[in-house]
């Protein structure tokens, strides 16, 4: 740990509390002198540090920014994740992870950027990922099962995004499936699964999350500017990043532990409960095909069940969905 | 082109015929000292190589080995694959070949080695892969397809391994679910598929695949004196692997386009006419389960279908499968 974060550790160990230099050069075996330093550094990076003579120092603020030692902070005792990788900038989270895990990376190491310079969405597309405003993560899993099951993991993860989103803000999000979060219908979350596998096994999914938080409407491109939405727009605040990573993180390590253990039926009907797509009436492009026909539910594999006219059932394992009634 | 793999080419041209160490010179710009080092160093490659006073050269044997420029002989001339990488030796053709595809490599990019010093076999099993005495390869693919349709390219390649067999060797290979080719039930030939993907697409598939061609019986490890063979063992003769690579190409490409054009049911037909496993009655161990049933078939993605006692089937998508009756 760097001295930085052993100062920040300390003071919020302190709480309310002032800590004099003194106590704090002798805690972290360093001259008063560099403590004057490295308060100095942390103040740049955003922290409010309140400082009196005869009293010392006292955290009064922490930046909303993806430090992770902050993180580390809203993460349970117990979290899973291992390694926190944290950007200022980053093309892409998923790429990173994805180098990441290529080169061993473990379990539960997670990379989080302020902003996405090439972010990226399902299907090619872009992901736009301004500076600051939203939550932009990616996670790596090393499940031991097959790479069909992968896409359970996008499941849990948007079950995980729905509930921190009602728990921290109070609106009304939804499941689109497979894997939008939608308030009112309009997209404040997408995620992006990628995975190495073989036919057998799965070698690592790249679980990425990326959530508008305090984006201002007018922040949106043109092109988004009618369908997304963000936090921020929603409940009429500003909101903690880091409160609303916490959340996530501790949703989706529950689903997560369901689906390891092979226990996928209790994520799946709280999926169902959080959709908006099942039950209604949808048209769904697949692999090229066009499909109307009504969602009934998802298989135990994760694919959209979709009854068609006929009485027959497709099982969409990929594509888009659109809800025409 | 280098310097020896135009001069192999015009010696190969030149058929039985002499050419001149005059016209050599000319032909590829060099000096008559130049086509001499470059004939001793071909000779060094194991090329045989007839050299007569006022004839000049001729081209009297080539080495059986995974040279680039006897492959692409043994190639159609419409072939798909794009490139070859040829190692002496290699940690895994599979390994180089994922790498290769990460970096960026097209569609059809083929690796080869002599030998692989780290060969690797499914579920983290080794792959025997002794120097000179089989085909080991890896094949990049880019297929516009689902990740659910990777296993389809691990039954064409099993299939092209069993024709390719049976045309160049006569003996009667069959295919043992979901990707070992066996003669008399001993294992000839492995295939490890690897895959990166999204939850929408393949990004690229790594095809490997292992062939015990020229291996001598004493030369498999214990563990495996019971359980494989080769080609030379079962057809009691030394083989070309060259001439085997070429049929295995050529196979594979026909199913492969039948793959990516969605037209899986031909060589899902030609599979099953192939394969020892349907219809016998068989026992599953897959994702921690054991099972008995009948093997009925194969799904349209490749999943091995199982009937079981209750009248029920599964569909098993990846684990290991005993012929038990």
């Known amino acids: 740990m760097s001295i930085d974060e052993q100062l920040v550790r300390v003071l919020h160990e302190k709480g309310d509390h002032f800590i004099s ?4 050069a002798e805690t972290l075996g ?12 942390l103040r740049d990076l955003g922290y ?7 009293h010392g120092y006292r955290l009064a603020g922490i930046p909303d920014k993806m430090l992770p030692d902050e993180i ?9 994740v291992s390694k926190i990788h944290a950007y200022d900038r980053a093309d892409s989270t998923n790429d990173i992870a994805m180098r990441l895990a290529e080169g061993g990376a473990l379990e539960g190491e997670l ?3 302020e902003q996405q ?6 299907l090619g597309r872009n ?12 996670l790596i899993l090393r499940p031991s099962l097959p790479p069909s099951a992968a896409p359970q993991a996008t499941l849990a993860g948007a079950v995980a995004v729905a509930k921190a989103i009602r728990e921290t803000t109070g609106c009304e999000a939804h499941i689109k499936w497979p894997n939008d979060v939608v308030i009112r219908g309009r997209k404040v979350c997408g995620i992006l699964t990628e995975m190495s596998s073989d036919m057998d096994r799965i070698r690592h999914i790249v679980l990425g999350i990326g959530v508008n938080v305090n984006v201002d409407a007018g922040a949106f491109p043109d092109e ?4 997304a939405t963000s936090l921020k727009i929603e409940s009429g605040r500003e909101l903690s990043r880091l409160a609303l990573l916490g959340a996530v993180i501790q949703r989706f390590e529950e689903g997560y532990q369901e689906i390891r253990t092979g226990g996928f039926e209790a994520l799946k009907d709280e999926w169902i409960s959080l959709c908006d797509t099942v039950g209604k009436h949808v048209r769904v492009t697949a692999e090229g095909r066009e499909l109307d026909g009504v969602a009934s539910g998802v298989d135990f594999r994760g694919n959209l069940v979709v009854r068609l006219p006929n009485g027959m059932s497709e099982h969409i394992i990929s594509g888009d969905v659109a809800v025409i009634e």
């Not at 360093?30 to 550094?41: G, K, M, Q």
């Not at 310079?117 to 399902?122: F, S």
């Not at 988004?224 to 369908?227: F, G, K, N, P, S």
């Open 21 to 24: 230099g003194e106590e704090l």
């Open 30 to 41: 360093v001259t008063r002198t560099a403590i004057w330093n490295h308060i100095s550094r």
């Open 48 to 54: 409010t540090i309140d400082a009196l003579p005869h």
């Open 72 to 80: 580390r902070n809203v993460l349970t005792a117990d979290s899973f």
């Open 111 to 113: 990379v989080v950027a």
């Open 117 to 122: 310079l090439k972010g990226r969405g399902r």
């Open 127 to 138: 992901w736009f990922s301004p500076k600051g405003s939203g939550l932009w993560l990616s």
């Open 224 to 227: 988004l500017a009618d369908i």
